[in-house]
């Protein structure tokens, strides 16, 4: 069965980094485009980046700060965020999609369970 495990979440302060992974298992993730999105509370979940066959991409709001990479190898995949504001706080996601490189989370298959991430002022 497939599934994907985030990890690294935790609360640090504003400037501050942490670096999420995301551990896929059940299947090969080596030609699935791999996204992160985030939700913060009361708001819609929203793409942050994702990183597949036409490149990697990011929201405006995480450009310059925030790097997605993936070691195919151990089907994991990887977020960066440095430089950390408070408006980066929300619960992050790992997703997988099979066919779509995209921002929308529909055109995701899999999608993990989330860990959160706090940044104080």
């Known amino acids: 069965q497939e599934q994907l495990v985030e990890s690294g979440g935790g609360l640090v302060q504003a400037g501050g980094s942490l670096r999420l992974s995301c551990a896929a298992s059940g299947r090969s993730f080596s030609t699935y485009v791999m996204g992160w999105f985030r939700q913060a509370p009361g708001k819609e979940r929203e793409f942050v980046a994702r990183s597949g066959w036409s490149g990697t991409y990011y929201a405006d709001s995480v450009k310059g700060r925030f790097t997605i990479s993936r070691d195919n190898a151990k089907n994991t995949v990887y977020l960066q965020m440095n430089s950390l504001k408070p408006e980066d706080t929300a619960i992050y996601y790992c997703?997988?999609?099979?066919?779509?490189?995209?921002?929308?989370?529909?055109?995701?298959?899999?999608w993990g369970q989330g860990t959160q991430v706090t940044v104080s002022s």
């Open positions: 997703a997988a999609s099979s066919l779509f490189s995209s921002d929308l989370n529909n055109k995701y298959d899999y």
